[in-house]
């Protein structure tokens, strides 16, 4: 009888051990991450950066990762199926290669690009053709604009840039930049201009700071108030492109995107626009409405 009894105990305690086995392991699937790759646009990287910080406070089982590259390369991933964000500067109907029927785009926030200059240049102000004519290379030394006897030295982003792309269609009216240093980060051109004499690029509004002097053009800031009412014309929406609508987890972290708590936030804080701050409206064919 005691044999009886030890065996049934026995096979109470292996039950009990594989139901508690059972429950960790189910317990342990529940809880495994949702993971979030994000890549491409170097112009909104800060902001996708500050956003997931904030979100997976709040969403501890969601990991986020944000990618530069670039916009051509963003696109190109998300349409592929590589990575769930493609972040860019440009409409998907503007990239060469991209099909953009088979993506959809969630604007989250506007960015205006600013022609910048090592600080030691001596200019501060130039007209619109000024900066064409640097940038196809008739303008070759700044003492033609009023500035020290020294070389111009243009600094490019890589061709798939949507910063690039941007600024050379509404910044140089279309045409394209001299052959020149290109580089694939919007960090490493402010780190090379801010270091090289004569120096001149481009960036978004988010990267400058008192290391680089931003250009007027036309005695126009690149600033909030210009951006709004395309006053200053250089500016692009930055979008997220999911491939098809975004599952449920994916569609709540852009819903975040342009919460009052971001857009009121980092956006500002970072040098962005919040979407709703804009008077004017573009479309992928380039139409101001």
Known sequence: MKKISLAIAFSVIVL???????????SSSAKEAEKIT???????????DAAQESYRQNHPN????????????????????AVEIGNSDVFAEEKEGIDASKLVDHKVAVVGFVPVVNKDVGVKNITKQQ??????????????????????????R????????????????????IQSQEQDSSGTVKKI????????SYLALSYVDDSLQALQLEGVTANM???????????SYEHMYTKGEPDKVLADFLTYMTSDEIQSG???????????AMKVERTADGTIK
Do not use: H, M
């Open 131 to 156: 900066l064409i004519d640097i940038f196809t290379g008739q303008i070759k030394n700044w003492q033609e604009l009023g500035g020290k006897d020294e070389t111009i030295q243009v600094i490019n």
């Open 266 to 276: 980092p956006v500002k804080e970072l040098g962005y626009l919040p979407i709703t």
């Open 16 to 26: 009990a051990g594989c139901g508690a086995g059972n429950a960790t392991k189910d």
């Open 193 to 200: 201009v801010a270091q090289t004499p004569g120096a001149i």
């Open 158 to 177: 890589a061709s798939g840039s949507g910063t690039r792309a941007t600024f050379e269609k509404w910044g140089l009216d279309g045409k394209e930049s």
């Open 62 to 81: 969601v990991q986020i990762s944000v990618q530069g590259g670039g916009s051509g390369t963003g696109l190109s991933q998300v349409e592929s199926g």
């Open 38 to 48: 994000a890549v491409g646009s170097t112009a909104l990287q800060p902001l996708v």
């Open 225 to 235: 108030k210009n951006i709004t009412t395309n006053k200053w014309p250089i500016w």
